[in-house]
């Protein structure tokens, strides 16, 4: 990635943290890679450093307050135009709980409420204020909205403890202040069709065949393809994630109802990802009414095949890229190797749902990234960097 930040306006936000001294490396290795770099402050950073250190390193003005510049009436709304990227460096608790509920209540909060540049989070605090489930809640808040997180690490902290809420190394922030340029333009132009969740084959109006999916994945993926400057269709299945903003969605229930809203937003699709949990099998003969224990005799459930989608859509991709996913017990490498050659598909991202850091339901996942070529075996990743690498693969 040499060169992305060569000419771009990074804005460094400093609050009030221990490690806001680290946010001097910061800015110098953001200079050494070619930004021109300006820093914000919060009122309780300035505590822990003055300005006139960032005023030396930046050469430019270091923005305090929403009225310290009587040259520029909307200061906020200036600083979020100017910047292509934007790293909150240290981030306190407090000000990631603050961005997690569109609070806008001084300068730094209402710049980045205004941001529609990159915004990079690099968290720092006590571990236990890192594990309070309201951190961890409005961290997830923020995954959500597109906000890449650099970190924490573990190490050795202000409070004498050796646990995880360190700043993690500067060169990381960096690089993921580079990785969100490059991915914030990476699909422009690319109209990506993905599936996700289980789909419901009714039995009568009250029943159903269907899956633990809940849809985590898929979604994960359209946020991610819609960050990275794709156009975006989602044909969501009856699934517990939410849809993210910015996407078209097209909700749907049963299997025969995904095959067809898939097979036509892919006639206009670049690409497709097939993460949904498709019924393999639905009832031939779905009652109209409820089945009524004890008055109506169930001794035999006909099933039928359902369509393949990930089948249908490869035989139609000509050029285009189809990937496909393969939820599997026992050997997933093995299994996801055989529906590759059996679907016709480019390439299929293979997880083992007996894991309990995998599979259905999940907010990590344990994948291989299986083509022609061979298996390659993934580290545990949330679903979010997970949907992140499968993405850069296809570009």
């Known amino acids: 990635m040499s060169g992305v930040l060569e000419g771009r306006c990074a804005l460094v936000c400093v609050t009030g943290c221990i490690a806001a001294y680290k946010a001097c490396e910061l800015v110098r290795e953001l200079q050494r890679r070619g930004a021109r770099v300006k820093v914000l402050m919060s009122e309780h950073a300035t505590h822990f450093i003055d300005p006139t250190t960032f005023r030396a390193l930046t050469h430019e003005p270091v923005a305090l307050g929403l009225f310290d510049d009587p040259s520029d009436p909307i200061h906020h709304i200036s600083l979020a135009k100017e910047a292509d990227v934007i790293v909150v460096a240290p981030a306190t608790a407090n000000v990631i709980a603050k961005m997690a509920c569109g609070i806008a209540d001084d300068l730094l909060s209402t710049t980045l409420l205004a941001a529609t540049s990159p915004i990079i989070v690099a968290p720092a605090m006590n571990s236990n204020m890192w594990r309070a489930a309201a951190t961890q809640e409005n961290m997830q808040r923020l995954r959500e909205r597109g906000v890449l997180v650099a970190g924490p690490g573990r190490g050795y902290l202000a409070c004498g403890d050796v646990d995880e809420g360190r700043l993690i190394e500067i060169e990381t922030i960096a690089d993921t202040v580079e990785q969100a340029l490059c991915e914030s333009s990476a699909l422009t132009g690319e109209r990506v069709l993905i599936t996700a969740g289980p789909t419901h084959e009714p039995i009568d109006p009250v029943r159903f065949i269907g899956n633990r999916s809940s849809g985590k994945m898929g979604v994960a993926l359209a946020r991610a393809a819609r960050d990275m400057g ?115 598909c480019d390439a299929i991202v293979a997880n083992d749902v007996t894991r309990s850091d995998s599979g259905f339901g999940t907010d990590t996942n344990k994948a291989w990234w299986i083509t022609t070529d061979g298996a390659e075996e993934l580290p545990v990743l949330s679903k979010d960097e997970l949907a992140r690498e499968i993405l850069r693969r296809l570009k």
């Open 230 to 344: 794709a156009q975006v269709t989602l044909v969501l299945g009856p699934a517990d994630a939410t849809a993210p903003w910015g996407v078209d969605v097209v909700p749907v229930e049963t299997a025969a109802e995904m095959h067809s809203a898939a097979l036509s937003a892919f006639e206009d699709a670049t690409m497709a990802i097939c993460a949904a949990a498709v019924a393999d099998y639905t009832p031939a003969q779905p009652s109209d009414h409820k089945l009524k224990k004890g008055v109506e005799t169930l001794d035999r459930l006909e099933l039928v095949p359902t369509a393949d989608i990930l089948h249908d859509l490869s035989a139609v991709k000509g050029e285009r890229l189809v990937v496909g996913f393969a939820a599997e017990t026992g050997d997933p490498v093995a299994y996801a190797q055989a529906k590759l050659a059996r679907k016709g």
